[in-house]
């Protein structure tokens, strides 16, 4: 006996026996308890009191039943969204529901201009907490059946709904049999004809549907394949139809299959195991009842009162109330004097049972078994968050508390209720709690009292200490979600000017309780401090509680690309690589945008919505990924728009500066250039704005960042565009400058210094050629002169296709300013005939492209009578370097005379450096014009006279430099003095590696260097340079070009040196980088074909001409 007494053997009806002898109160119990409620507890919670198994648990969450109220309101939220309370009690008041009138009007507090999507369906996160649980608690009066009571079958007749629609309402499943049945026939019987199925239904009966098809006025030999595929109407009309679960003498998708003699196997397969119906309450009970045989529904009461769920006690009641009094009477927890429900006719039910008079805190022994307290979620497919939830749990086994610090979408509340489950599967007791609705400390104390199993007193905030006390096990995990909330409550107190009468420090009780920031600062301080609890906190911003208890700061980040793409491949198998990739790009590894395309996806042609998703324009995707259908928790900009608001006015003008930026950004960048735009102290600003998890600090780089979705909203702000402008100017003046300083001896100063903000200039000079109307044409074509000016140093700096592409947006900009317009078109034809790596020669196609684009720029300048000489200089001398390799050698010296003349001329009148070095630039174009006629001789002495001199005196070590060593170089091997050939190869490698580093030109004076070494025989010294110069391509190239020389040589090396294996690899190679050649289409020619699809330029002819 007292072993017996020891397992908690009670007294009452036992439960094998009511399962047995009582079906209808059973099944009473069942329907109270299976509906999956949004914050009511049901059967979950019911199983894990009475200590069901997880694994059982999380079996039995298949059968888990649906509200059909729920649903009707989750429609109506698309078809009705206008619907408002007052329509809502009218109907109400029409189908006999006065006790639901009641609950919006004395419970709720419901205004009768309202919404019903907004005040029942989706409450928001401020919404005060009688309606969170609003829509639960009408699903709880409506669900059930009754011979009496109108319930949400009459509510949704009343307000119009279809009855088809109201059949899929009450389906248990949302599953497609009938689809899935026909998509099988499509696939294993594809002759399968009309004919064959209207026999199948005329066997069945269905008059209904045979009368549908006759008046679809289709064939009977027509194939089903053809005719009911996915989304037509013809499947939808059907699977409407036939998925009903059975109703007497009407036959549906199972007798369909089994009449088209569709294996037994497969059929099992279509049928969802849903649509078996179980009940989950039921299985628990019969579980509980074989394993613990001794148990009575006496312990079913008392688990009900554990979790709060006296409407079921209140059926147990009904039919036994003795055993309810005898339960109950121990506990002295959850109920008041009597506890009451409301019935539809206004009356008040109270059981027998009287408490005894109660302690200040109401006392019970807690059971502490491994589990939860609270509504935690299910959980979901999480994706990528496996290092930060072993984290988050290695932290936790180390009694740390945990923050959790992400910008909105980022999936905080997903890792949380993975690591919940992961500790309880470790016999850990985790309490979840999710804000919502709270005003005050006292509401938060209250919910933790609630969730921990108790009834909370007047004092909640003391209360909720004594309780945590009260536990013998060391610690509960307690999840706190969204303190940010929290926190801001006494800022959208002082907004609203709401309560100011009671913001002082003496109001502390539960009507007006402590609401500011302080206040809950120091309640989670102080649940911190207590050896019982280990918090875990989800937030939007970081708060320094780690010098208040052990706590380790995780800052949550966008899911990699890999990750991404697999939540796209998981959900949609249509969808190309090329396709995910870009949407990945659009998504930036924000899990709730990811799952916003998804849903979108699944509603459209994924291809076309993928195509249109990545090339909308941020303002357009904004849009898009907003839908007003959805609830503001879901969406992003909402949420974006709750953190932005939280910032003072000038934190918010600093934001919008920040977006401004495409990558990362440092804070003298910034001062650099907004400097003149702040008023406050930026160091201040910026400690304040570091705690948004909206901005991102590394504190290794001292750089800050915006996530580009992020970046991309708030460009969107009105004051982005005098941000942009002041942007823009400033980086196009800074291309200038350091263009000057470059063609000094100072030039390796600005080439450091162009490192760190060259994606600000490339920003600088997309954003004035793309299509932005905010952007004046004034200011656009000053900016656009600022670059053509800065051309010289952009074209040594920047890759060849990223110059053109650049450039060639410019133009298209400038097109009615022609000075300006050919200014482009000569700095991208200039680009052009630097770039070409074949040596000695210019080849075909970069001579093609440099010609007409030259060509085209100087019919334009001739047309002119204010040119600037710069410009005009630059064109002829590119221009006439084109005419003498084409074999036009008189017109060719002709236009090099006149740059000569232009450039002399100019460089006598100013005297200044500058003018000088461009001066030997043209003297340059001569020498490589007497290169390709073969005058190696001539050309050595022309560089050796007037250009290396000059060099050498105005900008000492310098690219240009190192660049007339390399051609002299060259015209030296071309002559066969390979020692010459070395001996200025090595000066112009040595000049490129100590002021290029890591550029295409450093490996082409390795290359250059490589086969001098071979002509003399040295093939190991040979080799060591090609290979460097391979690895250096490799990394650097825009395309496979030069590699392709490259491998060649080193494959003769290799030969020349016996290593035949290795020469045949190295020749592979060189195939392999022919095959990724573009076609003899000119790069330049396929990006002025992509850009003008896009409406941006169309300057060169598509073919050569004759």
Known sequence: MAQLRKRGLSTGSNLSAILRRNPEFIEELCLCLDRDMKLIRNWRHLALSLHVDLDVIRRLGQFSDF??????????????????????????????????????????????????????TFPSNEAPSPTVSLLDEIALALDGTSLVLSNWY????????????????ERRSTENPTGRLFQYLAITCPQTTLLSLREALDSMKRNDLIK??????????????????????????????????????????????????????????????????????????????????????????????????????QIISEHFPDTVDSALKGLGCSFKDSFSMPDPTSQMFSTSFEREERDPFPSREVKEQSGHYGSLPDRTDLVGRNETCERIITALSSNKSVEIVAPPGYGKTSVVIEVAYKMIERKNLVAYIKPRGFTCVEDLASKIIETLGYVPGENTITEVFSRISSFKRKSVVLIIENIDNLLHLEDQVSKNNYHQEFKSENCCTKMWGKFTKNDFLTF????????????????????????????????????????????????????????????VRVCGGIPLIICTVISILRRENPQKAARRLSSSSPSSLVKELNSDILPNEDRIDKCLEICFARFGEVNQKIFVMFSTFPYRFTQEQFQAVFRSSITADLQTCLNSLEHSSLLRFDRGSCQYSLHPFIRNFFSLKSDHKEAKLIFIRHYSNLAVTLCGKFLTKDCKSAMDQYRPEKDNIREAMAWCGDDHPELDQTTREQCIGAFNKAATFLAKVMRKQEFQSLFCKLAHRCRSHMELYSACLTNIGMKIVLSCTCTPHICPRALYQAKETLTQADDIQSTLTDIKDTNRAQCLSKLGFCCVREGRVNEGYGHLDVALKLRWDRAERLMRNTDQVMLAACFNDIAASQMVQRNYMVSIQTRLLHVLPVYEEKLGDHPFTATTLNWIGNSYYALGDYDNAIKYNSRSITIRKQLLGQHQETARSLYDLGVAYIAKQDYETALKHLKEAGDLQEEVLDTHDELIHTYQAMSITLRALGRNEEADEAMNRAGACAKKLDSWEAPLDKLRTQERDKGWIDILPAKPRN
């Open 67 to 120: 509200s059909p109220t729920i649903r009707l309101f989750k429609f109506l939220a698309t078809w009705n969204p206008d619907l408002t309370i007052k329509e809502l009690k009218d109907i109400f008041l029409e189908i006999g529901r006065n006790d639901l009138i009641s609950l919006l009007i004395t419970k709720a507090g419901c205004s009768d201009t309202g919404k019903v999507l907004d005040v029942i």
């Open 154 to 169: 009459t509510l949704a007749i009343k307000l119009g709904v279809p009855r088809q629609t109201c059949w899929e309402f």
């Open 212 to 313: 549908f098809l006759h008046d679809e006025k289709l064939g009977d030999e027509m194939l089903l394949k053809d005719i009911i595929t996915p989304g037509s109407e013809l499947l939808e009309r059907l699977a409407q139809e036939l998925n009903r679960e059975k109703s007497p003498g009407v036959k549906n998708w199972t007798n369909l299959a089994w009449t088209m003699k569709i294996p037994a196997d497969v059929r099992r397969e279509f049928a969802d195991v849903k649509q078996s119906r179980k009940s989950p309450t039921k299985e628990v009970l019969e579980w509980v009842a074989a394993q613990f045989p001794e148990k009575a529904l006496s312990d079913v009461a008392k688990a009900l009162d554990e979790i709060q769920r006296n409407d079921a006690i």
């Open 524 to 583: 989670l301080k102080d649940l911190g401090q207590s050896p019982n609890i280990q918090l875990v906190l989800t937030s939007r911003e970081t708060y320094d509680f780690y010098v208040s208890f052990p706590l380790e700061l995780i800052k949550l980040e966008s899911l990699n690309d890999k990750d991404s793409a697999s939540m796209f491949s998981k959900c949609e198998d249509s969808l190309d690589e090329h396709l995910i990739k870009d949407l």
